[in-house]
Every structure is written in structure tokens, then in C-alpha cells.
């Protein structure tokens, strides 16, 4: 069996320094693991790392899809409060990433919006008054 667990996400950057200062800017704490072409991002529950894409790209036999196209993937960021996806969002401009999808509301109690970093990587930002977490924030039921 494999152990149904996410422990560490990793994002292939071509410019991790930049990367890097983008998710800083957010407010993220980085931890003491990085290097100059890797950093890691506590986070509830799964670290976020980002890593050199060319030897990401190389551990994998693939070839890499042209770069700024959407690669089929979203990371979400799940908030307590509808106005969180606001406030979130106002952050990410701040700290130069591209708003794609402005905060709305539907079915009248979910909230969300989307945004790129500064290499198009797509994350959501979400309120979802169903959703618990547990007192370190990670997600415990959507």
C-alpha cells in the first residue's frame, strides 16, 4: 500500500532566486533547507519546495511543455473566512503575481479566485464554509 499522504510539493523554477523572493514577499517562512537552486516554504501539512526545472526536468525522462502553458495542475490555498480571499488576493498583487480569476462568490457561501506566480503556476484561493482545519491550519474536511 502506498501511504495516502502529500508531504512535499515541489515547483520547477527557471529563475529560483525570483521564485523565491515572490513567495517570501508573500509572508511565507522559508526554511533553513535551501540553497541558492532550491528553497522550501513551511506550509500546514505539505512543505512547498522549488527547485532548479531543469533538474527537475531531468529526473523524469520527459520532455518539458513549452513554458507560461498551463500544466494541468492548481495548489490551493484554503482560507477561514470569505473576506480571507480578498485580503489573500490583495497580497499576491502586491507581491507581483497575476491575478486570472478575480474573487467571487457562488452558490452564495463558497468564495474563490486564482491567481499565477511569477511562472504560471496556477493556485486557487478558496473559502469554503464546510471545509475545518485543525489548529495548525491544516485542512481536515472539504
Do not use: C
Amino acid at each position: 500500500m502506498v501511504p495516502q499522504r502529500v508531504s512535499l510539493l515541489t515547483i520547477g523554477a527557471h529563475d529560483v532566486s525570483a521564485l523565491r523572493k515572490f513567495y517570501q514577499n508573500l509572508g511565507w517562512e522559508e526554511t533553513n533547507h535551501g540553497y541558492s537552486d532550491y528553497a522550501v516554504f513551511k506550509n500546514a501539512g505539505v512543505m512547498l519546495s522549488l527547485y532548479s526545472y531543469d533538474k527537475l526536468i531531468q529526473g523524469t525522462d520527459l520532455d518539458p511543455p513549452p513554458l507560461g502553458t498551463f500544466k494541468g495542475v492548481t495548489v490551493a490555498i484554503n482560507v477561514d473566512a470569505p473576506e480571507q480571499v480578498d485580503e489573500t488576493i490583495a497580497r499576491v498583487k502586491e507581491a507581483g503575481g497575476q491575478v486570472t480569476k478575480p474573487p467571487v462568490t457562488e452558490d452564495s457561501s463558497f468564495r474563490s479566485a486564482s491567481f499565477q506566480d511569477p511562472e504560471h503556476n496556477v493556485w486557487e484561493v478558496a473559502y469554503n464554509p464546510d471545509s475545518t482545519f485543525d489548529e495548525k491550519g491544516v485542512m481536515l474536511s472539504l
